[in-house]
């Protein structure tokens, strides 16, 4: 390097020093607020709901007291656990087909207008009806019902990664696009150097509305199936539970699906975050 | 410094290195972006493209680069063996207004990017890649992302990415008009200076008269609807130019001249219309 260009980045440096700072960190008393505020919050809760039901003296086959409900999930583990197993199974299969096959038919879609113009008007018929009117024509048609119910779940989780990722597609940069072509980049190129990570943030803005509408289809399916037996889920074992007005259980069943939902939700939320961070708007404190 | 000054060749004399004949351009939606317009580039010009906007000059530069064909008339390139320049049209750099980088990806990923769509391998770029960054004063910000930089910086990283190829033709579209001046004016003095050392050609398009009398060897001076070429200047002030130049007599008379041109031009649009 001559002295005139060490000069000159030497001035580089200086004119434009804008070193990138590390975006701040939340502050330890932030952070433990931000923990402590829901968990205070859902203690005060638990134990208005524990007085309320003592001091009134609820009976429990209309509101069970916390304790009674961790009681029954607790004495019933055996049943729930397993009933869960299966739920799971069929949101977790159906969000899998879901993402699978939501990212697949995008890519097509967005191969021609008249794709797009030909198939996507059935993607919204199919989501738009309700899946318990149609599930008993899947019950039909399909041989077992853990079929059914796969189907039925993958039907409904499969619109938004189908419509999200299609909208990150088709949303790529003009510019780039432009660079992409004076480089001759092929097709396949340009699908997975720019498109596919362009539209990585939608697909998973689709994935988090796909993880939790995947257990709410896989429950309403078992509701429309109504399987019982060895192989029935957590909707069965509720209805059950009503039947039989051991409504601590039916509460336990209840907890335990909140509380998978609230877990699908946190997982997706996690992984969006941990594939964002460095770049995305979304997964970045705002520095101002 | 390494590399013979280079002189401003008028377009006349000796073998243009790119040559546009009476291209026209009329969008789809019926606008006429060019009209009947003829340009010879030489090698080793710097050419500042100047006209009020709407007057095609960007529609000029994506003909140039190969987006999107003209409605009219052919661009031929007369220096390369094959004359029609399809193997040249890999030697282009393309700098756009806004820096164009890919968020997702490193300062670093995005000057491999031309050489990745050749299949050169992450490791194997490697040395080009940084050389690049080099160039633009960047190597150090080579992990950093995007939104990390300043405007300035990743304008830099546009420049590395366009420079990686070592291309013969370097086409900006206003690229540093969104920036501030002082950074405007560091950039400039950083391009000349490239450009004096590795002695590509360049078109520049740019809405600033003293920017276009700053950094280039001729002006072409274009009028909006049709877009046209309205006047050809040439700008004779040897290099480097430095700051000394910007507050010098000739400095400010080819700025009046360039001005004048411009006024003339963005009048006679206005009785077009």
Redesign the interface.
Known sequence: M?A??AE??A???A??D?V?VPPPRASLGERALRIGVPVVMLVLVVAAWQAYVTIAEVPHYILPSPVRIAEALVSDWDMLGRALLITLRTTFLALILALVGGVLLSIVLVQSRWIELALFPYAVILQVTPIIAVAPLILIYTETTQQALLICAFLVAFFPVLANTTQGLKST?H??L????????SGW?TLV??KL??A?PFFLAGLRIAGGLALIAAVVAEFAAGTAGGNAGLAFRLLESQFRLNIPRLFAALVLLSFTGVLIYATTSLISYLLLR????SA?RREN | MAGAPPSPTSAAGGVPLVSLQSISKTFSNGTVALHDFSLDIGERQFVSLLGPSGCGKSTVLRIIAGLGDPTAGTVTWPAAADGAGTRHQREIGFVFQEPTLMPWATAYNNVWLPLRLRGVSKTDARDQVMEALQMVGLEKFAGAYPRELSGGMKMRVSIARALITRPKLLLMDEPFAALDEITRFKLNDDLLHLWETFGWTVVFVTHSVFESVYLSNRIVVMAARPGRVFADLAVDAPYPRDEDFRTSGAYNEYCRLTSDALHRAILSTMAVS
């Open positions: 001559t005139i260009e000159r980045h001035a580089n440096d004119i434009e804008e990138p940069d510019n780039l432009n660079l992409f072509e004076l480089y001759r980049a190129q150097y720019l990570p362009n990585l460095k770049w995305h708007e970045l």
